[in-house]
């Protein structure tokens, strides 16, 4: 099993829908949880943490949810520029430098 | 942005060849990594330095060799390396205390070996 699993899409939606994606990930003694989006050929950028209790960033909801080591990503009202590969990542137990990243899950929104 | 820069964007470069890879950080943080990127794959992390030290080196090849001579500057040298090891190669920098470890990414050098 993948320590970080994400489908990979590609979701394709028009402007104004919502999508959630989700991450599962292995180790249950995981303690940091991002999200970062890619742009094509461009670095990671850090969307959001994901803290124990949800956390929301504008049209960006984060949840997490130990009991079956899944992570969720809902972007409302989705816009053109939120086209991009959505990386799950967490760290290693005993290791908070040591970040896995998932492979990613595209999103094309559409006009 | 100008957080971590990476230089040269992009670089080609013979098996024979020595190249370095330069990183700089403008976000006062204490540990910087190297990250490989390659088609279709998630990132593979290289090498961790925390306060100068190197703390991780993720079973890398010998022909990559880091150095980190302070904590803003990162260096990768190459040196014969394999055509595989064409890839976008990512430098990254947190801080180094608290157990989030954000952490924020270059730009990346697109590397090309012939």
């Known amino acids: 099993r993948k320590e970080v699993e994400q489908d990979p899409g590609p979701f394709n939606v028009p402007e104004g829908a919502t999508v959630a994606f989700n991450c599962t990930y292995s180790?249950?003694?995981?303690?940091?949880f991002f999200w970062y989006r890619q742009d094509c050929r461009k670095e990671p950028k850090l969307l959001m943490s994901v803290y124990s209790s949800g956390n929301e960033d504008g049209r960006f909801t984060a949840q997490l949810n130990r009991a079956s080591q899944y992570i969720s990503l809902l972007i409302r009202d989705s816009k053109l520029s939120d086209s991009a590969t959505y990386l799950c990542?967490?760290?290693?137990?005993?290791?908070?430098?040591?970040?896995?990243f998932g492979s990613g899950t595209r999103l094309l929104v559409r006009p | 942005e100008t957080g971590v820069t990476q230089t040269p964007r992009h670089l080609v470069m013979g098996m024979t060849n020595k190249k370095s890879l330069k990183c700089e950080q403008h976000l006062g943080h204490n540990a910087m990594y190297w990250y490989k990127q390659s088609a279709k794959k998630p990132l593979e992390l290289m090498f961790v330095y925390n306060f100068k030290e190197q703390t991780e080196n993720n079973s890398v090849p010998s022909r990559f060799s880091p150095e980190c001579p302070n904590s803003s500057h990162l260096f990768l040298h190459l040196h014969t390396l394999q055509p595989e090891d064409s890839a976008l190669y990512l430098c990254a920098s947190s801080p180094s205390s608290g157990s989030r470890n954000e952490q924020y990414f270059g730009p990346g050098t697109r590397l090309t070996v012939t």
């Open positions: 990542v967490v760290n290693l137990p005993r290791s908070s430098y040591k970040l896995i």
């Open positions: 180790n249950s003694a995981s303690q940091s």
